[in-house]
């Protein structure tokens, strides 16, 4: 509950910049990044639209300041993926992770020694895969909860679903934590003078 709270005031604070200055990419940024957080507070059509807002708000911020260029790809290919999942139709689906490990890749590419970046293009390369899993096994859980079985293929079904979703929370959780680590701390003030 504290971090959606913390979100949200860093989303408010955004907002009230980017009245005050539209152009300036590193709030624009922030507001995007603070968007994409609490989209997982929330779901389906209201967090599609904040993932849809997010994005605007990082490709703008990407062309205002490409200082921050890394760490806003790495955004928008958060973005992307998230977005991408919430689509049913396989090949529209496919051109969200297409986008999402194109800017992956240049996240990497931009700063190469960054670990996150290169896991995160690790993952986008089996997000298709996990998007398949989850529109594959999304039906049969429907089914099973309205007929319970206790067949052995069933089980196993449960099983490979629950451990499908499990992965895919897991990252959520850890792309979560590390923008709203990179909120918290972009939000830090400076060390004192004898420190620097």
């Known amino acids: 509950m ?28 922030r507001w995007g990044r603070a968007l994409l957080n609490l989209a997982q507070f929330e779901h389906g059509a209201k967090s599609k639209q904040m993932i849809s807002d997010a994005t605007s ?11 921050t260029k890394h760490d806003v790809l790495w955004c928008l290919g958060n973005a992307y993926t998230s977005y ?13 992770f297409e986008k999402a490990t194109m800017f992956f890749k240049q996240a990497s590419d931009a700063d190469p020694s960054n670990d996150l970046y290169r896991k995160s293009l690790d993952v986008a390369a089996k997000a298709q895969e996990l998007h398949m899993e989850m ?23 449960k099983k490979k679903s629950s451990d499908l979703n499990y992965d895919i929370f897991g990252w959520v959780i850890l792309a979560a ?18 420190l620097q």
């Not at 991408?84 to 051109?95: K, P, S």
């Not at 594959?136 to 079904?157: D, H, I, V």
């Open 135 to 157: 529109q594959r096994y999304g039906p049969m859980q429907q089914t099973m909860a309205a007929e319970p079985s206790t067949s052995t293929s069933t089980k196993s079904s």
């Open 84 to 96: 991408g999942l919430f689509i049913t139709d396989m090949d529209a689906a496919a051109l969200y």
């Open 177 to 194: 934590g590390i923008v709203a680590w990179l909120i918290i701390d972009s939000n830090a003030p400076p060390p004192p003078p004898h």
């Open 57 to 67: 708000k990082l490709e703008k911020a990407l062309t205002l300041n490409p200082k």
């Open 2 to 29: 504290e971090m959606r709270l913390s979100l949200e005031r860093a989303r408010k604070s955004a907002e009230t910049s980017y009245a005050q200055n539209p152009l300036d990419g590193d709030n624009l940024a």
